[in-house]
């Protein structure tokens, strides 16, 4: 597919991982593992939004901002996400792009009433991910690493559910023909997840002690396949 391919940041993680690791782009880009260029767009810090018939694909990045909260370059996101969505490019949003997706196609985002979600989690897939150009081929339970306190309360109309938990019954979906989001981060490892985790596990009071890190390829592997369906392999 001719076109650019770009990562849209709208949020940065801990200091301390930037300073070690790179921050949510560099994850990304290495999971994906690509031999394409992804242009890194800093949507959050004020950057151009590239034209929509320019590009060839697109992963929107987590962040620590709540979508609920409507800022201005988020909106201008959302309103610029029609217009990709219109030429089918495809996209792949990661928690904050996950939410904001799906709330540019009509769906409802909120704090999610059952609280924070952190450390490594089980989702299962639905039987309409069986198919699924993104997700067919998954185990119908795998591992993912989770930290948010938002979540899709309401799917847009027509969104498909490819992935959920006790937690939160929408921790993937399909919206359209060429557009996923997740609400889990593929792009985290263990080490990544374990910072979170010791950032916020107090906030989780007697549900801390359930927290898991551990490693979780299935979610991992969701970035190469992501990037073979862009390259149309």
Known sequence: MQGRCCIIKVGRTFGELVVRRGDFEDWIRAGLGSDRAWRVVDAAAGASLPAPDELAAVVITGSHAMVSEAAPWSLGIERWLSG?????????????????????CGGEVGFNP???ELGCV?????????????????????????????????PPPGARV?????????????????????????E????ATQVYVDRQI???????????????????GLLQRFAALVSGR
């Open 84 to 104: 990709v969505l219109a030429r089918r490019v495809p996209v792949l949003g990661i928690c904050y792009g996950h939410q904001l997706l799906a709330r540019a």
């Open 114 to 116: 059952r609280g924070l």
């Open 122 to 154: 089980e989702v299962r897939l639905s039987a309409a991910a069986h198919d699924d150009p993104l997700f067919g081929g998954l185990p119908d339970r795998f591992v993912a690493p989770v930290t948010h306190a938002q979540s899709v309360l309401r």
């Open 162 to 186: 490819l992935a959920a938990n006790d937690h939160d019954p929408h921790q993937a979906l399909r919206l359209g023909a060429s557009a996923w989001g997740v609400q889990f981060h593929p």
């Open 188 to 191: 985290f490892d263990r080490e």
């Open 202 to 220: 107090d906030a989780l009071g007697a549900r801390g002690s359930e927290v898991e890190v551990v490693d979780t390829p299935e979610a991992a």
